[in-house]
């Protein structure tokens, strides 16, 4: 993988931008129920998948330097999940995202906790962003607890067109 692809390294992961070869992978991490649960806007078959991945791979046209990253496990090489930095647009307020999710095989060895912080350090230090979110659907602990660890708070509960969430929130001064 070229240089050009890195987004960001941490002790055990590398998150790398999306190539079109990521296809088999990305299929078979969203074909986990468990995986998608708490994912609601997650791709349901290959033809999603690919539509996404293209999505990924071509950037976001507003804000190219967010996105999904495709999250690598630097022991293995292993593809092990899609991490990163998603804009939505909340009641006419642009907010920016910490996402993360894994493969279930990586669960329960902080390695979303270790993926998120790497994101937020970028954040802050490359892309110069002070606020960043984390919307959670409710019932997912795991991610709430996540959320804490990275030092976010509770703000509210919200709803949007993919269905409602709980916001957490930290803003850098
Ligand atoms: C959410 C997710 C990314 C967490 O990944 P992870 O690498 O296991 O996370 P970490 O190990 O860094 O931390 C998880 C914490 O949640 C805790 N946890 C896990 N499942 C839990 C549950 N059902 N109830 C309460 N706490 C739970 C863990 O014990 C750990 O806390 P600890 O460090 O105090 O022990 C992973 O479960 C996942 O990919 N889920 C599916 C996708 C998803 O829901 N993504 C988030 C969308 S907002």
Redesign the pocket.
């Known amino acids: 993988m070229s240089n050009t692809h890195l987004i960001l390294e941490t002790k055990r992961i590398i998150l790398r931008r999306f190539v079109m070869d990521d296809i088999d992978s990305l299929v078979k991490f969203y074909s986990d129920p468990?995986?998608?649960?708490?994912?609601p806007d997650a791709p349901r078959n290959y033809e999603e998948t690919r539509k996404e991945l293209e999505w990924h791979v071509k950037g976001h046209p507003k804000f190219p330097e967010l996105g999904l990253w495709a999250t690598i496990h630097k022991d293995t090489g292993d593809f092990i999940?899609r991490c990163g930095l998603i804009p939505w647009s909340l009641n006419g307020q642009d907010e920016v995202e910490v996402?993360?999710?894994?493969?279930?095989a990586?669960?329960?060895?902080?390695?979303?906790?270790?993926a998120?912080q790497g994101i937020i350090q970028y954040a802050h230090e490359t892309l110069k962003l002070r606020r960043l979110v984390?919307?959670?659907?409710e019932g997912?602990?795991?991610?709430?607890?996540?959320a804490a660890?990275l030092g976010m708070s509770f703000e509210r509960k919200g709803e949007d067109e993919i269905g409602p969430f709980l916001l957490y929130s930290m803003s850098k001064f």
């Open positions: 468990d995986v998608i649960k708490h994912i999940g996402a993360f999710a894994l493969s279930k990586y669960w329960g060895q902080g390695l979303a906790t270790e998120a984390c919307l959670i659907e997912n602990q795991a991610s709430v607890k996540v660890k």
